[in-house]
């Protein structure tokens, strides 16, 4: 009886410890993070008021969480480099703890928010949150490849949708727009580099790609004026 009670009291704590450190969140920011998560929710068409709200409600404490984290990281990292008494080098080496360690943290809110989404939604519908927390870049880059390089094999085009993958789930923990491109941009290089080995010349094929663009544009340009 007594573990029982003590199991309820820390569980009284650890949601009271969570309430303070939400207090400071600007109410402007939780109503955009609201509105992004519902945004998201919407294109998932679940048809289901409920699931709606649960999964918006999920999604949106996932941008709060995470923005708790990064901006606590980022403020430790300025008190820091504003410590003229310690050497550049301990500067360094507190910052790269602080990183490591917001990366763990990160990384165990990023396993936690995939498991609340899996008790509300499938394996496809999750796949469809991920690519609206990353602006749908994904789709978006294995169709730009796909139709840049028409003659790509089957394990080419393996070899990008799994790089891609990996950059969208370290894109989703992103906490700017800009941060979320980068993931993307350190993942295509690497995807440039192994065509690049496949015996790929990208600088022709880019130029060549874009030249088939402004022609397709010019045939529907001409299509519309008839």
Do not use: C
């Not at 949601?15 to 109410?27: E, K, Y």
């Amino acid at each position: 009886m007594k573990s029982i009670k003590n199991i309820s009291i820390l569980m009284l704590l650890l949601v009271f410890a969570s309430s303070i450190a939400q207090q400071h969140l600007d109410p402007e920011y939780i109503k955009v993070t609201n509105e992004r998560a519902a945004k998201i929710v919407t294109k998932l068409d679940l048809k289901d008021a409920k699931k709606e709200t649960a999964v918006s409600n999920i999604i949106a404490q996932q941008f709060r969480d995470l923005s708790e984290i990064q901006d606590g990281r980022d403020a430790e990292i300025k008190k820091i480099k504003e410590d003229t008494s310690l050497a550049k080098e301990k500067q360094n080496e507190k910052i790269d703890k602080l990183k490591s360690k917001a990366d763990e943290s990160i990384a165990k809110l990023h396993k936690a928010y995939l498991k609340k989404l899996s008790k509300e939604l499938s394996e496809d519908k999750i796949t469809e949150v991920k690519d609206g927390m990353t602006y749908g870049v994904l789709p978006i880059t294995v169709a730009g490849y796909n139709d840049m390089l028409p003659n790509l094999t089957a394990e080419q085009k393996d070899y990008i949708y799994k790089a891609l993958v990996e950059a969208r789930e370290h894109a989703m923990d992103g906490g700017s727009s800009k941060e979320k491109h980068g993931w993307f941009g350190k993942y295509k290089g690497r995807i440039n580099n192994y065509l690049s080995k496949q015996g790929y010349d990208l600088n022709k094929e880019s130029a060549d790609w874009h030249k088939r663009i402004e022609e397709r544009e010019k045939a529907k340009d001409s299509v519309t004026k008839e």
